[in-house]
């Protein structure tokens, strides 16, 4: 029997160029039963030598980076955010190669303190099978962020990338042979069927992607009594205090909001500014919005790149369409321009914001700033928190202590003080997803480690055991 492909457009000229032959359960159920065996052999020849495993792989993707790069290149529309991402795969092999020996737990025996006839020792057990599935906004990323540490502690990865950016995930075969691990590390394609027949056959399951997909993935997960790492969306505020710098505050608004084109779970999607800064401050942002380039028709120019996924576009421009209907001005960007078959926007500055507009409360993941005045701390941080989303947010204020105050009092699991999205940049932080964002431990931090071990426990009697007539009602 054929089986039937799935097209895959490019996202610069909303051509099917490319596809895909979705995998079938039978055949994850094979690959499944492969790597199992394979991970015998990856768990018990130790941890320094998947650690040399792990660096040959960097090795071989700095090697041929060049063809993964271009084949990102075309699944996402971007050059620059293509090479960072691809030069961040390998940096984040490399650091997690060097820290994983320093976070390994110590296998020894230690004493018992209430009972000390008693003593336990603890082995760390790896998930021998972790499936990772992730989502299109950021595809070699957030393929590898929860592969690798799962890898380093003795597992198998087994990734289904996105459906709409699968290309990188063909051009990493020659790559992953290259480096020696095909058996313990695969990719395979195919949509959320796939996805969902995925979760069936691995351990533990890491997903990137929206809240409703994540329900999905929890349900399965629950079903099959896995754990579920879930790593879901955000609308991330950033509160601008009225002593902030209003030209740089404006900067950090523009760049947090519109990055990638606003593509990624770390956004800042609403900025509240104070009355009394806010004219000057909406100044200051349209002006620096209207000198933002579009990566068209020159993908090496400019900042802003297509919507990867082009029907990202239509779910933007009805929360513009539903925003100006209830208020909001438009001061520069707006329409969704069609250039050459893909689909494009300029930041869209959208001020007088309001909470009963879905741009306020609904992930946009589009590159548009809304902009909501407030008159005091506790009113803007109310409207903070006043989402289903707590995956992170964002304080500009006078200083570092000033904004980290404030930053208390959103529920959201990572602040950035001072600046905003830093979870984009920054690793070493454990920090978990609040409320719809997500559930799971870190995936950032030791806990990005530790996660992918269960603990089993030897509880060893120095003494006599106890006989059931110790246990006798009298
Ligand atoms: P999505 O939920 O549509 O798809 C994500 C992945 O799930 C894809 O690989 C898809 O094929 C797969 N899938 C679909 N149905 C499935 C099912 N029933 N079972 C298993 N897998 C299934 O998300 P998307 O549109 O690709 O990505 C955008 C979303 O990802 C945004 O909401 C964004 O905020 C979120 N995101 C979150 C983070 C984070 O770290 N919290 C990072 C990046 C993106």
Same mark, same amino acid.
């Given at each position: 029997?054929?089986?039937?492909?799935?097209?895959? +457009?490019?996202?610069?000229? #909303?051509?099917?160029?490319?596809? +895909?032959?979705?995998?079938?359960?039978?055949?994850?159920?094979?690959?499944?039963?492969?790597?199992?065996? @394979?991970?015998?052999?990856? %768990?018990?020849?130790?941890?320094? /030598?998947?650690?040399?495993?792990?660096?040959?792989?960097?090795?071989?993707?700095?090697?041929?980076?060049?063809?993964?790069?271009? /084949?990102?290149?075309?699944? =996402?529309?971007?050059?620059?955010? /293509?090479?960072?991402?691809?030069?961040?795969?390998? #940096?984040?092999?490399?650091?997690?190669?060097?820290?994983? !020996?320093?976070?390994? !737990?110590?296998?020894?025996?230690?004493?018992?303190?209430?009972?000390?006839?008693?003593?336990?020792?603890?082995?760390?057990?790896?998930?021998?099978?972790?499936?990772?599935?992730?989502?299109?906004?950021?595809?070699?990323?957030?393929?590898?962020?929860?592969? *690798? !540490?799962?890898?380093?502690?003795?597992?198998?990865?087994?990734?289904?990338?996105?459906?709409?950016?699968?290309?990188?995930?063909?051009?990493?075969?020659?790559?992953?042979?290259?480096?020696? $691990?095909?058996?313990?590390?695969?990719?395979?394609?195919?949509?959320?069927?796939?996805?969902?027949?995925? +979760?069936?056959?691995?351990?533990?399951?890491?997903? =990137?992607?929206?809240?409703?997909? #994540?329900?999905?993935?929890?349900?399965?997960?629950?079903?099959?009594?896995?754990?579920?790492?879930?790593?879901?969306?955000?609308?991330?505020?950033?509160?601008?205090?009225?002593?902030?710098?209003?030209?740089?505050?404006?900067?950090?608004?523009?760049?947090?909001?519109?990055?990638?084109?606003?593509?990624?779970?770390?956004? *800042?999607?609403?900025?509240?500014?104070?009355?009394?800064?806010?004219?000057?401050?909406?100044?200051?942002?349209?002006?620096?919005?209207?000198?933002?380039?579009?990566?068209?028709?020159?993908?090496?120019?400019?900042?802003?790149?297509?919507?990867?996924?082009?029907?990202?576009?239509?779910?933007? @421009?009805?929360?513009?369409?539903? @925003?100006? &209907?209830?208020?909001? =001005?438009?001061?520069?960007?707006?329409?969704?321009?069609?250039?050459?078959?893909?689909?494009?926007?300029?930041?869209?500055?959208?001020?007088?914001?309001?909470?009963?507009?879905?741009?306020?409360?609904?992930?946009?993941?589009?590159?548009?700033?809304?902009?909501?005045?407030?008159?005091?701390?506790?009113?803007? *941080?109310?409207?903070?928190?006043?989402?289903?989303?707590?995956?992170?947010?964002?304080?500009?204020?006078?200083? +570092?202590?000033?904004?980290?105050?404030?930053?208390?009092?959103?529920?959201?699991?990572?602040?950035? %003080?001072?600046?905003?999205?830093?979870?984009?940049?920054?690793?070493?932080?454990?920090?978990? &997803?609040?409320?719809?964002?997500?559930?799971? !431990?870190?995936? $950032?931090?030791?806990?990005?480690?530790?996660?992918?071990?269960?603990?089993?426990?030897? *509880?060893?009697?120095?003494?006599?055991?106890?006989?059931?007539?110790?246990?006798?009602?009298?």
């Amino acid at each position: 029997m054929t089986q039937t492909k799935l097209d895959v +457009i490019n996202p610069r000229t #909303g051509k099917a160029d490319y596809q +895909i032959t979705p995998v079938r359960r039978e055949q994850i159920e094979q690959f499944a039963k492969q790597m199992r065996v @394979a991970q015998r052999n990856w %768990l018990s020849q130790g941890l320094s /030598a998947r650690v040399r495993a792990i660096l040959s792989l960097a090795d071989s993707l700095e090697k041929n980076k060049a063809s993964v790069i271009s /084949a990102m290149e075309i699944d =996402t529309g971007r050059r620059m955010l /293509a090479e960072a991402e691809v030069m961040g795969v390998i #940096g984040n092999l490399r650091a997690w190669a060097g820290r994983a !020996p320093q976070l390994m !737990p110590k296998e020894e025996w230690v004493q018992g303190q209430a009972k000390p006839n008693f003593k336990h020792q603890t082995d760390w057990v790896p998930y021998a099978l972790v499936g990772v599935i992730s989502p299109w906004n950021f595809p070699i990323t957030l393929s590898f962020i929860d592969a *690798i !540490p799962a890898m380093l502690a003795g597992g198998c990865a087994l990734i289904k990338p996105s459906e709409v950016t699968p290309r990188f995930a063909d051009a990493l075969t020659p790559v992953i042979a290259e480096a020696g $691990m095909e058996n313990v590390l695969r990719f395979i394609q195919g949509g959320g069927e796939t996805g969902s027949a995925l +979760i069936d056959h691995v351990d533990c399951v890491c997903f =990137t992607g929206s809240v409703a997909t #994540g329900r999905k993935v929890a349900m399965k997960a629950a079903e099959n009594l896995i754990p579920a790492n879930l790593e879901l969306g955000g609308k991330d505020p950033l509160i601008i205090t009225e002593d902030a710098d209003i030209d740089a505050a404006a900067t950090l608004a523009l760049r947090s909001s519109v990055l990638a084109t606003g593509q990624a779970c770390q956004s *800042i999607e609403r900025v509240y500014v104070p009355h009394t800064i806010y004219s000057d401050f909406i100044e200051k942002l349209t002006e620096k919005a209207k000198a933002v380039r579009l990566n068209y028709p020159d993908i090496s120019q400019g900042e802003i790149g297509p919507f990867i996924f082009n029907k990202q576009a239509d779910i933007v @421009a009805a929360q513009i369409k539903d @925003a100006l &209907s209830k208020g909001a =001005t438009r001061l520069s960007g707006g329409h969704i321009l069609d250039h050459g078959g893909g689909r494009w926007l300029e930041p869209t500055v959208l001020a007088n914001g309001t909470h009963d507009m879905d741009v306020m409360r609904e992930e946009t993941f589009g590159p548009v700033i809304p902009v909501m005045a407030y008159d005091t701390i506790e009113e803007a *941080i109310n409207l903070a928190n006043d989402t289903e989303f707590g995956l992170s947010g964002g304080v500009f204020a006078a200083n +570092i202590d000033a904004a980290h105050v404030i930053g208390k009092h959103i529920d959201a699991g990572a602040i950035s %003080l001072m600046d905003a999205a830093l979870t984009g940049q920054y690793f070493e932080a454990g920090k978990q &997803s609040f409320k719809n964002s997500g559930m799971g !431990p870190s995936r $950032m931090g030791a806990n990005g480690f530790l996660r992918f071990f269960r603990q089993k426990a030897y *509880i060893a009697n120095t003494i006599a055991p106890l006989t059931l007539a110790d246990f006798s009602e009298g």
